[in-house]
């Protein structure tokens, strides 16, 4: 089991300073050479859903979709073609917000209302009692997670940190609903919900006529542009470009969480880009994704020009990732036509398949990483949280929970590997709402170039060689029975020691068995 208690070399804060800080909060930071950083965090963006590749190859995805922002972030800093995250929004952003893996932290659904699981019914499995309501930085509140964000730390050692957007880490009236409970000094429509009502500000962005939410989907704060003809993107961008603004007068490094409810559903059109994309003869939810996409683009390319013009560019990281795959899960599992595909990845969200975990994620950090340079160690979305507090030269803290995330500080600089002899485990002892390949209750576990899917449910293996077979067409179980066993127990040894949960059969009301625990 990793220690929470990291240390760094760094130079440090005055003693007195330390001394007055709350006992949890024990913190090392650089002077007068702390860097800006932006967390850029897309909601349910694929692999596929951009004009960058993150494969040895363009794909007609990426010829079809316009992002010039992220090709441009791409050009001046890593891209990453092997990041992971969970197949489920709640359970990566828990994931970043504590350093935990989903298996330990135990949000491995989606969450929104108190005391309420989210799981679709089964008819062969009973569900765990999982952590619906989310985590928290404070005890109290059952079927939650308890542990300090990164973001804390980064506030308590001197930046000023600020929320934009989608949060949802904690279900509603739980600590966890509000960004400000994590230490966020400004939060801009961040709430409970992991979705919008709307995107559309002639809807209101979902209030009705006398300013109620009309579902808990409604996004809250952004009143000034109802009717205005503003799309929540372009809004919540505006927001942040004025909270930035904020930030240069305070003389103090800061930390501006941007996370879009872009590119979720529903699919709305955003007209600025909308008729370019039926031109190119997609159907009109097709090039409605599409504007999606290139709104969330031009967003990124709006703060970047914000950097550049107010002097801040060479001294601000900019981090990108998806929180989970694309939501693709199959035409001939889903009543209506796709809107978006992840191939050659199979599946989407909600999946086991690379298709349902595997995002596109850049990092540029001027002076540090190298323009234009690729990295295919893998990374998983735990490791935001050591890598943001080494950014930022918060070399020691002690957080009342495990960190199993790994910095990738290394890789960035290009002087280690992080990956070599690292095993990735998820955990997803649940049924999300949707069907097809890979959804269900799974667990995996991916180990240099192999990875291993156990299907809770029935007891089935399937074993890929990733670099080989990226789509996981040619399940190799029967070839190789040896590293099936080595991988199963890998998992299963992990799975127990962190405390994961597991699904019970209704017939029986026995736990299922756990990986290595069937042949």
Known sequence: MKKSFYTISGSWVAFSLLSAMPSQHIFAQKENSRPNIIFFLVDDMGWQDTSVPFWTQKTDFNRLYETPNMERLARQGMLFTQAYASSISSPTRCSIMTGANASRHRVTNWTLQKNKSTDRASDVLMMPDWNYNGIAQVSGTNNTFVGTSFVQYLKDSGYHTIH?????????????????????????????????????????????????????????????????????????????????????????????????????????????????????????????????IEGMDKSLGDIMDWLEKNGEADNTIILFMGDNGGYA???????????????????????????????????????????????????????????????????????????????????????????????????????????????????????????????????????????????????????????????????????RKVGAQRPSLKATGKLVPWPDEVD
């Open 164 to 292: 934009c957007g989608k949060a949802h880490w904690g279900a509603i009236d739980t600590p966890g609903e509000n960004p400000t409970h994590f230490g966020f000094e400004t939060n801009i429509s961040g709430h409970a919900a992991g979705g919008l009502a709307t995107y559309l500000s002639e809807l209101s962005y979902g209030h009705d006529d006398q300013g109620n939410p009309t579902s808990l989907m409604s996004v809250p704060g952004l009143e000034k542009y109802w009717k205005t003809g503003t799309f929540v993107t372009e809004a919540l961008t505006l927001e942040a470009i004025k909270a930035l603004d904020k930030a240069k007068q305070y003389n103090q490094p800061f930390y501006l969480y941007m996370s879009h409810y872009a590119i979720h559903i529903p699919i709305d059109k955003d007209m600025r880009f909308f008729d370019k994309y039926k031109k190119k003869g997609m159907s009109d939810k097709e090039a409605a994704y599409a504007s999606l």
């Open 329 to 495: 899960t199959g035409s001939e599992w889903r009543d209506e036509p796709l809107f978006t595909q992840n191939a050659p990845l199979k599946c989407g969200k909600g999946s086991a398949y690379e298709g349902g975990i595997r995002e596109p994620m850049i990092v540029s950090w001027p002076g540090v990483t190298e323009p234009g340079s690729r990295c295919d160690d893998y990374v998983i979305a735990e490791d935001y949280y050591p890598t943001i507090l080494e950014m930022a030269g918060v070399t020691e803290y002690k957080a009342p929970q495990v960190i199993d995330g790994v910095s990738f500080v290394p890789l960035l600089k290009k002087n280690g590997k992080t990956s070599e002899g690292r095993s990735l485990y998820w955990n997803c002892p649940n049924l999300w709402g949707e069907n097809g390949p890979g959804i269900g209750p799974t667990c995996t576990v991916r180990k240099g170039d192999w990875k291993l899917i156990y299907f809770y449910e029935t007891g089935r293996k399937e074993l890929y060689n990733i670099p080989n077979d990226i789509g996981e067409n040619n399940n190799l179980v029967s070839e190789y029975p040896a590293l099936v066993k080595e991988l199963s127990e890998n998992l299963g040894q992990y799975l």
